[in-house]
């Protein structure tokens, strides 16, 4: 077999061509494409973004950095994702190859470096926060004045408390900020070969 040609398997045939392609910043596609080709993994191109399987086609175009129907042979799997799941069908799955797919997940919030997500029942409902994972300096009329004990919380900072800073007393907490709402909130998980995961959002 000659470099370059790409191997005739059942997921992944005919990905080959590398003109006019761009490069691929996902480790998905990266495994996908040096799976099927002998080449190094670097490029896809427009005419061959195609599978076989119709899991592994959407997988594929899911992960293309310039958005899943920006190819005009990734339109048609994808139209028929967006079809199947409105109906209440299951994500389609793409196995073998070397890869394996997981079933659909939800997440619609995300944080700010140096924050984790945090949620409570509330009278509407459960209501999500990001809250910082580590004590910082706020404004001491947050702070109880009984002492050292730990306060409650306000609208903007969690366990506000006096603690010792720099042979001062000073009032510390855990600062509180609306969580990002993701634009693609559902996610595959794909494992490349048993051990590599990439996240693949939509």
């Avoid at 306000?154 to 969580?179: A, E, F, T």
Wanted: hydrophobic share 30%; net charge positive.
């Amino acid at each position: 077999m000659r470099a370059g040609s790409c191997l005739s398997v059942p997921e992944c045939e005919g990905i080959s061509s590398c003109r006019r392609g761009l490069s691929m910043k996902s480790l998905l596609l990266n495994s996908l494409l040096s799976i099927c080709c002998m080449t190094p993994p670097y490029l896809i191109s427009g005419s061959k973004a195609r599978a076989e399987n119709w899991g592994c086609q959407v997988i594929l175009c899911l992960s293309n950095p310039g958005g899943p129907t920006q190819y005009a042979e990734c339109r048609p799997p994808i139209q028929k994702l967006w079809r199947e799941l409105a109906k209440g069908h299951s994500f389609p799955t793409c196995g073998g190859v070397g890869f394996h797919s997981s079933r659909p997940g939800y997440d619609p919030y995300y944080c700010d470096v140096g924050y984790r997500l945090a949620g409570e029942d509330g009278i509407r409902g459960r209501q999500v926060t990001c809250v910082s994972t580590s004590a910082q300096s706020v404004s001491d009329a947050l702070c109880s004045n009984d002492g050292d004990d730990f306060g409650t919380r306000n609208n903007s900072v969690l366990s506000p408390h006096w603690q010792r800073q720099d042979g001062r007393r000073q009032c510390m907490g855990y600062p509180i900020m609306r969580p990002n709402v993701r634009s693609q909130p559902h996610f595959v998980d794909v494992t490349i070969d048993g051990a590599a995961t990439q996240r693949v959002w939509y």
